[in-house]
């Protein structure tokens, strides 16, 4: 993004310097003026610089402190921290950097996480939150966007006032400030993003001095850059696809045979970049994961996403504390992994027919219910040695004393084929090929009598032990995810979070999965009916831990982030689709005030998203143009100015189409924010097209002597004026939309009205 190198064969009037460096006689007073004009232009900059610094402090920051309630998603991320200070477990989608960052924050002002931030509209002061401090912490990342994106600008070639034109576009706009000032992961993923671009824009400057100690500072911070932003959300790969195209870019220059770099030059380029770039950040990603494990030691609500083995090693885990061994003859629970539903049956009956017309057996319901009742009890009975089993229930059940020998002799194992008998209608499980209720291509689950040998077939199971090695695995209550598969059919039990109709109570469908080996088909044993386990046994669980390395338990949960945010399909009232984020047709409600009439609304600045979706297409537009007049041999710009433009211009536009394109192939509900990264660079692509066209000089027009050149670097008074202009609209509607940008004052039916500039503007409290 930096003004380019010259060319390796510059062709006359395209490549060339514009006008010829000046005689010796003639440099005197050029050169006064060129002095002159730099310094200006220095002293410019620095003011420029602090005005946004300042800006940008002043609108994040505005009363930080309104309002003293949860906001939007500070529900998830502000929880996520608390259980960072408290150190218990908890699952996410999200990498885990930003959220320790904000955890962070909390105990450097003595929080302890004691607010768990159940829902929006909770009150911070009556439960003693220090929320100013939290909010503020993060809005430190918010506020230094605008002067990173003055600093990329500047650092790439632009002018003063195109770089405080993208600066000040950005520190007015609505979006980035409402996200900015709240307990929320977005700024603090972009902060790293633009971090990671300005690292390489001053990596690339220093490619004619390499392998200095610039040349390796701005390289290495390039690579930690982009460790942290992905180590923020996975979108973050996008900014690692965004630098990596720029440095194949640049390899590709490198390799050029004409600049005389050697095969052992180049692999020492390509082996500097390929540490820095890709080992540095592999290995931050890898520790704030390490990070992350080492802090949450003690058991939480993520447990249940974890296979038994991970969930073993957290402190206080039920699996520790009460896993016991399954007998057979036990009365058993077992309940659902994903929906937490109990396996349940009663005497009703399916109905004889359905909605679809299609006709069951009228066998006994079994169903998934979600409260534990003396319904949802089954005894595991072998399927051989059946009248040495019967001995064996009629001596326990009588209270006999037997000796650990004989009693490890009915364990459970991996592969054992069981049956399942249920207590209170003394009736078999049993699938068959039947149609089940609500999923016609699996089977039914129903119950077979106990006295109905010709169709005991459909009754036998097999225990299949999740990460079990040979038959050699017991199975155990609270610490073993199995399946049970038929041994006739090979379908597996399972069940969904799909409701039956009224016939079926409002309980969960259970069926036969055709697909034994889905996850989804997991079960877990809850509980021994009359098993309690005695001082002795406790005190032995508690020191039982199974080990895994963290390789292993940061492969399983990268599985789980990757899976449970593909799964993020459910309808949201306030999702929306990429294709309208740059139109900004709508927007999301984050917080509401019914008595004050206040809301949060997160809308972008509409006159500043219009405006950047028009410099996009005027910047396509504009190289197409120049691309032709190039074919045709036709000087339009200089040609230093067109490379400049294309090269630096072209890393902008690809900038916001790898932070924007993406979306449009993932299948998870999405959400205005999601446009936010994209969104600031369709604000640069508006000061490049500023400086394309009030800035540079066009070769048709071109003034020919050197020191007129050097005035012409200057902003003119039509370009002054149209700077004046989009700014003071843009800082214009940024107050008109800040009430429900801040949420600090009350609007009227009327004024939210005429804030809903499109009808699908669907704020709170209007007419």
């Known amino acids: 993004?930096?003004?380019?190198?010259?060319?390796?064969?510059?062709?006359?009037?395209?490549?060339?310097?514009?006008?010829?460096?000046?005689?010796?006689?003639?440099?005197?007073?050029?050169?006064?003026?060129?002095a002159t004009a730099c310094a200006l232009v220095r002293n410019s900059s620095g003011y420029a610089f602090m005005a946004v610094v300042a800006l940008s402090f002043i609108t994040r920051y505005w009363r930080i402190w309104d309002p003293a309630q949860v906001v939007f998603d500070e529900v998830h991320f502000g929880k996520f921290a608390s259980f960072y200070l408290r150190r218990e477990y908890y699952f996410d989608v999200h990498p885990p950097l930003a959220k320790m960052l904000i955890a962070l924050g909390g105990w450097l002002v003595g929080y302890d996480g004691h607010f768990l931030f159940d829902k929006i509209g909770m009150d911070y002061l009556a439960n003693a939150v220090p929320y100013m401090m939290l909010r503020g912490w993060v809005a430190l990342f918010g506020f230094a966007l605008p002067p990173l994106v003055y600093m990329i600008m500047a650092e790439s070639g632009y002018s003063v006032i195109a770089s405080l034109l993208a600066a000040l576009l950005v520190t007015f706009d609505n979006a980035l400030v409402t996200q900015g000032r709240l307990i929320l992961l977005d700024n603090i993923m972009i902060f790293f993003m633009l971090a990671s671009v300005y690292s390489y824009v001053k990596f690339y400057k220093q490619r004619y001095r390499p392998f200095g100690l610039q040349w390796w500072t701005w390289l290495l911070s390039t690579g930690t850059m982009l460790g942290c932003v992905v180590s923020c959300k996975l979108v973050g790969l996008f900014t690692i696809a965004l630098v990596g195209a720029a440095v194949i870019f640049d390899l590709r220059r490198i390799l050029d045979i004409r600049r005389g770099t050697t095969i052992a030059q180049f692999n020492q380029h390509f082996v500097a970049r390929a540490f820095a770039l890709i080992v540095v950040p592999v290995a931050l990603y890898l520790s704030f994961f390490y990070i992350h494990f080492a802090v949450l030691t003690r058991t939480g609500t993520g447990d249940a996403y974890h296979t038994s083995q991970f969930q073993m090693q957290l402190i206080d885990n039920p699996m520790t504390k009460s896993?016991?061994?399954?007998?057979?003859g036990d009365q058993?629970?077992?309940?659902?992994?994903?929906?937490?539903?109990?396996?349940?049956?009663?005497?009703?009956?399916?109905?004889?027919?359905?909605?679809?017309?299609?006709?069951?057996?009228?066998?006994?319901?079994?169903?998934?219910?979600?409260?534990?009742?003396?319904?949802?009890?089954?005894?595991?009975?072998?399927?051989?040695?059946?009248?040495?089993?019967?001995?064996?229930?009629?001596?326990?059940?009588?209270?006999?004393?037997?000796?650990?020998?004989?009693?490890?002799?009915?364990?459970?194992?991996?592969?054992?084929?069981?049956?399942?008998?249920?207590v209170t209608t003394n009736s078999n499980l049993r699938t068959h090929d039947v149609a089940s209720p609500m999923t016609s291509t699996n089977m039914e689950i129903t119950t077979l009598p106990l006295n109905d040998t010709a169709n005991a077939a459909?009754?036998?199971?097999?225990?299949?032990?999740?990460?079990?090695?040979?038959?050699?695995?017991?199975?155990?209550?609270?610490?073993?995810?199995?399946?049970?598969?038929?041994?006739?059919?090979?379908?597996?039990m399972w069940t969904h979070a799909k409701k039956l109709p009224e016939w079926g109570h409002g309980h969960q469908e259970i069926n036969g999965n055709k697909k034994p080996a889905e996850k989804s088909t997991l079960w877990l044993i809850t509980e021994i009916r009359g098993r309690q386990a005695s001082a002795e046994e406790l005190e032995e669980m508690s020191k039982k831990q199974t080990s895994l390395s963290f390789l292993e338990k940061f492969v399983e949960l990268q599985g789980l982030m990757i899976k449970h945010n593909n799964a993020l399909t459910s309808v949201h009232p306030f999702q929306s689709t990429p294709l309208s984020w740059p139109l900004?047709?709508?927007?999301?409600?984050?917080?509401?005030?019914?008595?004050?009439?206040?809301?949060?609304?997160?809308?972008g600045n509409p006159v500043g998203w219009w405006l950047a979706n028009v410099a996009l297409l005027f910047y396509a537009a504009g190289m197409?143009?120049?691309?032709?007049?190039?074919?045709?041999?036709?000087?339009?710009?200089?040609?230093?100015?067109?490379?400049?433009?294309?090269?630096?211009?072209?890393?902008?536009?690809?900038?916001?189409?790898?932070?924007?394109?993406?979306?449009?192939?993932?299948?998870r509900s999405l959400f205005l924010h999601h446009y936010l990264p994209a969104s600031i660079f369709a604000y640069m692509m508006v000061a490049t097209c500023y400086q394309f066209i009030c800035v540079h000089p066009y070769q048709l027009f071109a003034l020919r002597s050197w020191s007129s050149r050097a005035r012409a670097l200057l902003p003119s008074y039509t370009a002054g004026l149209l700077f004046a202009a989009i700014v003071a609209v843009q800082v214009a509607v940024f107050a008109y939309f800040?009430?429900?940008?801040?949420?600090?004052?009350?609007?009227?039916?009327?004024?939210?009205?005429?804030?809903?500039?499109?009808s699908s503007y669907d704020m709170h409290f209007q007419k």
């Open 1 to 34: 993004m930096s003004v380019d190198e010259p060319q390796l064969k510059r062709r006359p009037g395209k490549d060339s310097a514009p006008d010829a460096l000046p005689s010796a006689k003639q440099d005197t007073k050029p050169a006064t003026v060129s």
């Open 323 to 328: 896993s016991f061994n399954v007998h057979y």
């Open 332 to 422: 058993i629970t077992l309940r659902h992994r994903d929906t937490g539903a109990f396996l349940d049956s009663n005497p009703a009956r399916y109905p004889l027919r359905y909605e679809d017309q299609r006709v069951s057996s009228q066998g006994q319901q079994v169903t998934g219910v979600k409260t534990l009742g003396d319904n949802s009890y089954w005894m595991v009975k072998p399927t051989k040695d059946q009248e040495e089993f019967a001995l064996f229930v009629a001596r326990r059940q009588a209270g006999e004393d037997i000796p650990k020998e004989e009693l490890s002799k009915w364990v459970v194992h991996h592969t054992d084929l069981v049956q399942l008998q249920h």
């Open 458 to 492: 459909d009754t036998v199971w097999k225990v299949d032990i999740e990460g079990a090695k040979a038959n050699t695995t017991l199975l155990k209550t609270s610490s073993s995810f199995l399946r049970l598969v038929s041994h006739k059919h090979g379908v597996a």
């Open 584 to 603: 900004l047709t709508r927007g999301i409600s984050f917080w509401t005030d019914a008595a004050q009439r206040k809301q949060i609304y997160l809308l």
């Open 624 to 667: 197409v143009v120049l691309e032709i007049c190039d074919l045709r041999n036709i000087d339009v710009v200089d040609g230093v100015v067109r490379r400049h433009v294309m090269r630096s211009g072209g890393f902008i536009a690809f900038a916001w189409l790898i932070h924007y394109f993406p979306f449009f192939l993932m299948g």
């Open 738 to 758: 800040a009430p429900v940008s801040y949420g600090t004052r009350g609007l009227t039916p009327d004024e939210v009205n005429s804030r809903r500039w499109l």
